[in-house]
Protein backbone atom coordinates (compact mmCIF):
# COMPACT_ATOMS: atom_id res chain seq x y z
CA UNK A 1 0.00 0.00 0.00
CA UNK A 2 2.86 2.35 0.78
CA UNK A 3 4.62 1.67 -2.27
CA UNK A 4 1.45 2.38 -4.48
CA UNK A 5 1.76 5.81 -2.55
CA UNK A 6 4.62 6.12 -3.16
CA UNK A 7 4.71 5.68 -6.75
CA UNK A 8 1.24 8.37 -7.31
CA UNK A 9 3.30 10.99 -5.47
CA UNK A 10 6.34 10.15 -7.33
CA UNK A 11 4.16 10.44 -10.76
CA UNK A 12 1.95 13.46 -9.41
CA UNK A 13 5.27 15.53 -9.09
CA UNK A 14 6.65 14.65 -12.17
CA UNK A 15 3.39 15.94 -13.67
CA UNK A 16 3.47 19.22 -12.13
CA UNK A 17 7.54 19.91 -12.95
CA UNK A 18 5.99 18.77 -16.46
CA UNK A 19 3.52 21.35 -16.44
CA UNK A 20 5.65 24.04 -14.77
CA UNK A 21 8.26 23.66 -17.64
CA UNK A 22 4.94 24.28 -20.72
CA UNK A 23 4.49 27.11 -18.82
CA UNK A 24 7.72 28.71 -18.50
CA UNK A 25 8.27 28.04 -22.27
CA UNK A 26 4.79 28.82 -23.01
CA UNK A 27 5.48 32.73 -21.30
CA UNK A 28 8.87 32.74 -22.87
CA UNK A 29 7.03 32.86 -26.34
CA UNK A 30 4.75 35.08 -24.86
CA UNK A 31 7.51 37.26 -23.60
CA UNK A 32 8.23 38.46 -27.41
CA UNK A 33 5.75 41.20 -28.47
CA UNK A 34 6.55 39.65 -31.99
CA UNK A 35 5.00 36.66 -30.73
CA UNK A 36 2.38 37.68 -28.60
CA UNK A 37 0.70 39.66 -31.86
CA UNK A 38 1.29 36.40 -33.59
CA UNK A 39 -0.38 34.41 -31.10
CA UNK A 40 -3.65 36.71 -31.61
CA UNK A 41 -3.33 36.69 -35.11
CA UNK A 42 -3.42 33.04 -35.47
CA UNK A 43 -6.66 32.83 -32.75
CA UNK A 44 -8.80 35.36 -35.65
CA UNK A 45 -7.04 33.31 -38.78
CA UNK A 46 -9.73 30.30 -38.43
CA UNK A 47 -12.73 32.60 -37.72
CA UNK A 48 -11.78 35.07 -40.31
CA UNK A 49 -11.73 32.49 -42.75
CA UNK A 50 -14.97 30.71 -41.55
CA UNK A 51 -16.84 34.21 -41.81
CA UNK A 52 -15.90 34.61 -45.01
CA UNK A 53 -16.48 31.55 -46.33
CA UNK A 54 -19.78 31.81 -44.94
CA UNK A 55 -20.78 35.71 -46.18
CA UNK A 56 -19.66 34.40 -49.70
CA UNK A 57 -21.87 31.39 -49.54
CA UNK A 58 -25.00 33.94 -48.75
CA UNK A 59 -23.95 36.27 -51.91
CA UNK A 60 -23.92 33.14 -53.95
CA UNK A 61 -27.00 31.68 -53.06
CA UNK A 62 -28.67 34.36 -52.63
CA UNK A 63 -30.41 33.46 -49.25
CA UNK A 64 -28.65 33.39 -45.71
CA UNK A 65 -31.81 30.84 -44.71
CA UNK A 66 -30.16 28.20 -47.39
CA UNK A 67 -26.88 28.19 -45.09
CA UNK A 68 -27.74 28.24 -41.94
CA UNK A 69 -25.36 25.42 -40.85
CA UNK A 70 -22.55 27.42 -42.28
CA UNK A 71 -23.97 30.26 -39.53
CA UNK A 72 -23.73 27.96 -36.96
CA UNK A 73 -20.42 26.71 -38.00
CA UNK A 74 -19.01 30.01 -38.11
CA UNK A 75 -20.95 31.04 -34.83
CA UNK A 76 -18.26 28.37 -32.94
CA UNK A 77 -15.78 29.30 -34.53
CA UNK A 78 -16.23 32.20 -33.63
CA UNK A 79 -16.69 31.05 -29.63
CA UNK A 80 -13.22 29.11 -30.51
CA UNK A 81 -11.36 31.80 -30.91
CA UNK A 82 -13.04 34.29 -28.07
CA UNK A 83 -11.50 31.25 -25.40
CA UNK A 84 -8.01 31.61 -27.39
CA UNK A 85 -7.36 34.79 -27.27
CA UNK A 86 -8.91 35.05 -23.16
CA UNK A 87 -6.83 32.53 -22.00
CA UNK A 88 -4.17 35.19 -23.29
CA UNK A 89 -2.13 37.37 -20.38
CA UNK A 90 -1.90 40.89 -20.72
CA UNK A 91 1.67 41.88 -22.19
CA UNK A 92 3.74 43.13 -19.70
CA UNK A 93 0.78 44.52 -17.96
CA UNK A 94 -0.61 46.16 -21.25
CA UNK A 95 -4.19 44.73 -22.34
CA UNK A 96 -4.57 47.22 -25.45
CA UNK A 97 -3.81 44.50 -28.45
CA UNK A 98 -6.01 42.15 -26.26
CA UNK A 99 -8.56 44.06 -25.75
CA UNK A 100 -9.12 45.56 -29.45
CA UNK A 101 -9.01 41.75 -30.41
CA UNK A 102 -12.17 40.64 -27.70
CA UNK A 103 -13.96 43.34 -28.66
CA UNK A 104 -13.82 42.57 -32.75
CA UNK A 105 -14.66 38.86 -31.83
CA UNK A 106 -17.39 40.14 -29.96
CA UNK A 107 -18.32 42.02 -32.71
CA UNK A 108 -18.16 39.48 -34.68
CA UNK A 109 -20.41 37.39 -32.71
CA UNK A 110 -23.35 39.50 -32.49
CA UNK A 111 -23.25 40.02 -36.28
CA UNK A 112 -23.65 36.78 -36.94
CA UNK A 113 -25.82 35.53 -34.22
CA UNK A 114 -28.02 38.47 -33.83
CA UNK A 115 -27.86 40.40 -37.19
CA UNK A 116 -28.29 37.28 -39.42
CA UNK A 117 -30.91 35.90 -37.61
CA UNK A 118 -32.82 39.21 -38.01
CA UNK A 119 -31.49 38.71 -41.85
CA UNK A 120 -33.00 34.82 -42.28
CA UNK A 121 -36.22 36.03 -40.39
CA UNK A 122 -36.94 39.17 -43.10
CA UNK A 123 -36.46 37.29 -46.10
CA UNK A 124 -39.31 35.73 -47.38
CA UNK A 125 -41.15 39.35 -45.93
CA UNK A 126 -38.42 40.99 -48.29
CA UNK A 127 -40.36 39.22 -51.15
CA UNK A 128 -43.72 41.17 -50.25
CA UNK A 129 -42.79 44.76 -51.68
CA UNK A 130 -40.43 46.72 -52.41
CA UNK A 131 -40.39 49.08 -49.13
CA UNK A 132 -39.44 45.47 -47.23
CA UNK A 133 -36.94 44.48 -50.09
CA UNK A 134 -34.77 47.89 -49.68
CA UNK A 135 -34.77 47.14 -45.91
CA UNK A 136 -33.67 43.59 -45.96
CA UNK A 137 -31.04 45.04 -48.53
CA UNK A 138 -29.82 47.49 -46.15
CA UNK A 139 -29.40 45.30 -43.38
CA UNK A 140 -26.84 43.59 -45.21
CA UNK A 141 -24.69 46.63 -46.03
CA UNK A 142 -24.58 47.86 -42.77
CA UNK A 143 -23.38 43.98 -41.89
CA UNK A 144 -20.93 44.38 -44.16
CA UNK A 145 -19.79 48.35 -42.92
CA UNK A 146 -19.85 47.07 -39.40
CA UNK A 147 -17.28 44.09 -39.96
CA UNK A 148 -15.26 46.29 -42.01
CA UNK A 149 -15.16 48.67 -39.61
CA UNK A 150 -14.29 46.37 -36.61
CA UNK A 151 -11.49 44.89 -38.71
CA UNK A 152 -10.41 48.08 -39.14
CA UNK A 153 -10.14 48.96 -35.23
CA UNK A 154 -8.06 45.83 -34.37
CA UNK A 155 -5.63 46.75 -37.80
CA UNK A 156 -4.89 49.94 -36.17
CA UNK A 157 -4.46 48.18 -32.55
CA UNK A 158 -2.10 45.41 -33.92
CA UNK A 159 -0.09 48.63 -36.02
CA UNK A 160 0.02 50.54 -32.56
CA UNK A 161 1.34 48.00 -30.17
CA UNK A 162 3.55 47.09 -33.05
CA UNK A 163 4.81 50.77 -33.34
CA UNK A 164 5.15 50.86 -29.16
CA UNK A 165 7.55 47.24 -29.01
CA UNK A 166 9.50 48.40 -32.04
CA UNK A 167 8.24 45.48 -33.83
CA UNK A 168 8.86 45.71 -37.88
CA UNK A 169 5.52 44.81 -39.69
CA UNK A 170 5.62 43.14 -42.97
CA UNK A 171 3.41 45.10 -45.08
CA UNK A 172 0.65 42.88 -46.14
CA UNK A 173 -2.79 44.15 -46.97
CA UNK A 174 -5.64 43.08 -44.39
CA UNK A 175 -7.12 39.76 -45.52
CA UNK A 176 -10.56 40.66 -43.85
CA UNK A 177 -10.75 44.25 -44.55
CA UNK A 178 -9.18 44.09 -48.30
CA UNK A 179 -12.11 40.92 -48.47
CA UNK A 180 -14.66 43.03 -47.19
CA UNK A 181 -14.06 46.35 -49.17
CA UNK A 182 -14.09 44.09 -52.26
CA UNK A 183 -17.25 42.32 -51.19
CA UNK A 184 -19.16 45.84 -50.23
CA UNK A 185 -18.74 47.11 -53.53
CA UNK A 186 -19.61 44.69 -55.59
CA UNK A 187 -22.42 43.91 -53.29
CA UNK A 188 -23.59 47.16 -53.56
CA UNK A 189 -23.71 47.76 -57.26
CA UNK A 190 -25.48 43.99 -57.30
CA UNK A 191 -28.22 45.80 -55.07
CA UNK A 192 -28.37 48.99 -56.39
CA UNK A 193 -29.65 47.24 -60.38
CA UNK A 194 -31.79 44.54 -58.37
CA UNK A 195 -33.66 47.28 -56.82
CA UNK A 196 -34.57 48.56 -60.31
CA UNK A 197 -35.15 45.18 -61.47
CA UNK A 198 -37.19 44.24 -58.02
CA UNK A 199 -39.35 47.24 -58.51
CA UNK A 200 -40.78 46.58 -61.81
CA UNK A 201 -41.09 42.70 -61.04
CA UNK A 202 -43.03 43.29 -58.03
CA UNK A 203 -45.14 45.59 -59.98
CA UNK A 204 -45.77 43.24 -62.86
CA UNK A 205 -46.98 40.46 -59.73
CA UNK A 206 -49.77 43.17 -58.92
CA UNK A 207 -50.56 43.43 -62.43
CA UNK A 208 -50.93 39.42 -62.62
CA UNK A 209 -52.85 39.61 -59.66
CA UNK A 210 -55.08 42.29 -61.22
CA UNK A 211 -55.42 40.14 -64.61
CA UNK A 212 -56.76 37.43 -62.90
CA UNK A 213 -59.15 39.26 -61.06
CA UNK A 214 -60.22 41.11 -64.36
CA UNK A 215 -60.33 44.21 -62.20
CA UNK A 216 -59.22 46.85 -64.80
CA UNK A 217 -59.08 50.06 -62.54
CA UNK A 218 -56.09 47.94 -60.76
CA UNK A 219 -54.67 46.93 -63.79
CA UNK A 220 -54.66 50.17 -65.06
CA UNK A 221 -53.34 51.86 -61.69
CA UNK A 222 -50.31 49.00 -62.02
CA UNK A 223 -49.68 49.50 -65.79
CA UNK A 224 -48.71 52.84 -65.54
CA UNK A 225 -46.48 52.17 -62.20
CA UNK A 226 -44.70 49.74 -64.12
CA UNK A 227 -44.41 51.78 -66.84
CA UNK A 228 -43.19 54.85 -64.97
CA UNK A 229 -40.55 52.46 -63.04
CA UNK A 230 -39.12 50.83 -65.96
CA UNK A 231 -38.47 54.36 -67.52
CA UNK A 232 -36.83 55.62 -63.83
CA UNK A 233 -34.69 52.46 -64.41
CA UNK A 234 -33.51 53.02 -67.56
CA UNK A 235 -32.70 56.37 -66.77
CA UNK A 236 -30.54 55.09 -63.63
CA UNK A 237 -28.18 52.28 -66.05
CA UNK A 238 -26.97 55.09 -67.43
CA UNK A 239 -25.02 55.88 -64.19
CA UNK A 240 -24.34 52.07 -63.11
CA UNK A 241 -23.38 50.75 -66.55
CA UNK A 242 -20.70 48.58 -65.66
CA UNK A 243 -18.61 47.50 -62.65
CA UNK A 244 -15.19 47.33 -63.56
CA UNK A 245 -15.46 47.21 -67.00
CA UNK A 246 -17.93 44.41 -66.95
CA UNK A 247 -21.43 45.24 -68.42
CA UNK A 248 -23.54 41.79 -68.20
CA UNK A 249 -25.95 42.98 -64.97
CA UNK A 250 -26.66 46.02 -65.62
CA UNK A 251 -27.27 44.84 -69.81
CA UNK A 252 -29.25 42.22 -68.41
CA UNK A 253 -31.33 44.38 -66.35
CA UNK A 254 -31.48 47.00 -69.20
CA UNK A 255 -33.26 44.21 -71.91
CA UNK A 256 -35.75 43.31 -68.90
CA UNK A 257 -36.88 46.87 -67.88
CA UNK A 258 -37.15 47.53 -72.01
CA UNK A 259 -39.66 44.39 -72.51
CA UNK A 260 -41.72 45.52 -69.40
CA UNK A 261 -41.94 49.28 -70.77
CA UNK A 262 -42.85 47.65 -73.95
CA UNK A 263 -45.44 45.07 -71.86
CA UNK A 264 -46.55 48.16 -70.18
CA UNK A 265 -47.26 50.40 -73.05
CA UNK A 266 -47.93 47.52 -75.83
CA UNK A 267 -49.44 44.37 -74.60
CA UNK A 268 -51.35 45.76 -71.44
CA UNK A 269 -53.75 48.67 -73.20
CA UNK A 270 -54.50 45.33 -75.27
CA UNK A 271 -55.47 43.36 -72.34
CA UNK A 272 -57.50 46.59 -70.55
CA UNK A 273 -59.26 46.82 -74.14
CA UNK A 274 -60.58 43.20 -73.52
CA UNK A 275 -61.87 43.27 -70.98
CA UNK A 276 -63.92 46.71 -71.05
CA UNK A 277 -65.45 45.01 -74.59
CA UNK A 278 -66.10 41.04 -72.66
CA UNK A 279 -67.68 43.59 -69.57
CA UNK A 280 -69.88 45.26 -72.21
CA UNK A 281 -70.54 41.77 -73.87
CA UNK A 282 -71.70 40.51 -70.69
CA UNK A 283 -74.17 43.11 -69.85
CA UNK A 284 -75.71 42.81 -73.65
CA UNK A 285 -75.60 39.34 -72.29
CA UNK A 286 -77.51 39.66 -69.78
CA UNK A 287 -79.89 41.92 -70.79
CA UNK A 288 -80.87 39.49 -73.75
CA UNK A 289 -81.55 36.93 -71.53
CA UNK A 290 -83.57 38.61 -69.26
CA UNK A 291 -86.51 39.80 -71.74
CA UNK A 292 -88.98 37.16 -72.80
CA UNK A 293 -87.69 35.92 -76.44
CA UNK A 294 -91.29 37.23 -78.10
CA UNK A 295 -90.38 40.81 -77.01
CA UNK A 296 -86.84 40.88 -78.55
CA UNK A 297 -86.89 42.88 -81.79
CA UNK A 298 -85.30 42.27 -84.83
CA UNK A 299 -82.68 45.16 -83.92
CA UNK A 300 -82.16 43.25 -80.50
CA UNK A 301 -81.64 40.01 -82.29
CA UNK A 302 -79.18 41.96 -84.78
CA UNK A 303 -77.32 43.61 -82.03
CA UNK A 304 -76.46 40.82 -80.14
CA UNK A 305 -75.42 38.75 -82.96
CA UNK A 306 -73.19 41.54 -84.44
CA UNK A 307 -71.54 41.29 -80.42
CA UNK A 308 -71.28 37.79 -80.26
CA UNK A 309 -69.43 37.34 -83.61
CA UNK A 310 -66.63 40.88 -82.58
CA UNK A 311 -66.59 38.63 -79.12
CA UNK A 312 -65.53 35.57 -80.54
CA UNK A 313 -62.52 37.61 -82.70
CA UNK A 314 -61.95 39.51 -79.71
CA UNK A 315 -61.22 35.89 -77.56
CA UNK A 316 -58.97 35.00 -80.68
CA UNK A 317 -57.21 38.13 -80.49
CA UNK A 318 -56.84 37.90 -77.17
CA UNK A 319 -55.50 34.23 -77.00
CA UNK A 320 -53.15 35.12 -79.65
CA UNK A 321 -51.84 38.33 -77.33
CA UNK A 322 -51.25 35.88 -74.52
CA UNK A 323 -49.16 33.38 -76.21
CA UNK A 324 -46.76 35.92 -78.18
CA UNK A 325 -46.29 37.64 -74.60
CA UNK A 326 -45.61 34.21 -73.26
CA UNK A 327 -43.15 33.75 -76.18
CA UNK A 328 -41.06 37.12 -75.44
CA UNK A 329 -40.39 35.88 -72.59
CA UNK A 330 -43.03 36.57 -69.45
CA UNK A 331 -43.73 34.37 -66.96
Not at 88 to 93: A, I
Not at 127 to 137: C, L, R, T, V
Amino acid sequence: MRKNSATLIKYCIMYCMFVVIALQLNAQNIDNPGDYMTAISNAQMTMNKTYLSYMSAVAHNGSAKKVEKMRDQTLQSITDCKFKISELPYYKGDNSLRKSSMDYVDVCYKVFNDDYAHLVNMEDLAEESFDEMQMYILLQEKIDEKIKEASDVVEKAQSDFAAKYNIQLIQTENEVSTNMEITSKVNHYHNQVYLLFFKCNWQDDQITQAVNAKKITGLEESRNALDQYAKEGLLALDTLSNYLGDHSLAQTCKQVLQYYQKYAENDLPKVEDFFLKEENYNKLKKDMDSKPQNNLTKDDVDTYNKAVKEYNALINSYNQLNANIKTQGHK
